[in-house]
């Protein structure tokens, strides 16, 4: 059988959800869009479930997943809904429903729904992508009481640069929500994962983590509460290959590596085809029989090479750490340029083992 595989701590996931919540003492809505993360929606749902005030997706398909496997209790579309048909099977399930656009207010006022509906308005307080014009909020909050089809609406806004610490935009964005919902008398909802680790001051009576619930940092830079995270993925496969290389010596496609000197050359079994970014370089750091090593040329689609060279403890069938409890997420994220939300949800291939159940 093939070694890669991705394992996947659901004993750090919880307390990577308790510390959000305990950061902020808000309730919190686990976000398990894309999969998860690439962790698996439904066994990430089920180890939360006892725990979480509520889950948030991108879109029904994802919410009706969680439904079929038994997820009870609130789950919130971050993006509502795209076509107003789907109305009917969101209250059908009780889904809560994000508001960002006019067209979406106007089919609620038209549609005939058996419940009333929950939802989340949401302002755009600056990032432009989408969310009602501040000028439009009031009238949208009135429509949707007045329409008579709304139990409970929940105001929220998304940051655009949270995870810049010392930038001004995430003030400017809570000063035009907070201006926009005057004499709203409801709950708010503002916070992402930076937003939480990095923004104390900014209340909301609902937080929206992330990335932080599968252990890994949003931010590029040190930062206090990223060092209480634990990572919950561990991506991993083992030496399949070894082979001593006189100096001079092409390594991989392209040759992009060239040995310096005399080296020894540890093949594995991950590639980009498991959602190993093929951008990482030569240096990107890996873990091999439990001693930090690196990465060496290019990766291809089911194997990459690393460095044996100082690792003489390292040899066919050492296990290597791609990414994890050692090596950090972000950490290799940074080196092939891409953010860890990326690396995550673009694995594939590898089985996902579970502990901590
Ligand atoms: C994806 C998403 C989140 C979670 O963001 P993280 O940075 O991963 O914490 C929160 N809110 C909205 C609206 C989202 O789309």
Known sequence: MRPARALIDLQA????????????????????????????????????????????????EEALELRAAGIGGPVLLLEGFFEADELPLIIEHDFWCVVHSLWQLEAIEQARLSKPLTVWLKLDSGMHRVGLHPKDYHDAYQRLLASGKVAKIVLMSHFARADELDCASSDEQVAVFEAARQGLAAQVSLRNSPSVMGWPSVSSDWVRPGIMLYGATPFGEDQAVAACLQPVMTLESKVICVRELPAG??????????????????????????????????????????????????????????????????????????????????????AAETIPYQIFCNLRRVPRLYSGA
């Open 249 to 334: 010596e092409p390594v991989g496609y392209g040759a992009r590596f060239v040995t310096p000197k005399p080296m020894r050359i540890g093949v594995v079994a991950m590639g980009y085809a498991d959602g190993y970014p093929r951008h990482a370089p030569t240096g990107t750091p890996v873990l091999v029989a439990g001693q930090r090593s690196q990465l060496l040329g290019r990766v291809s689609m089911d194997m990459l090479c690393i460095d044996l060279t100082d690792v003489p403890q390292a040899g066919l069938g050492s296990t290597v750490e791609l990414w994890g409890k050692n090596i950090l997420a972000s950490d290799v994220a940074t």
């Open 13 to 60: 996931l919880r307390h990577n959800y308790q510390l959000a919540r305990e950061l902020t003492g808000a309730k919190a809505l686990a976000v398990i869009k894309a999969d998860a993360y690439g962790h698996g929606a439904v066994r990430v749902a089920q180890a939360l479930e006892d725990q979480a005030d509520g889950f948030a997706v991108a879109c029904i």
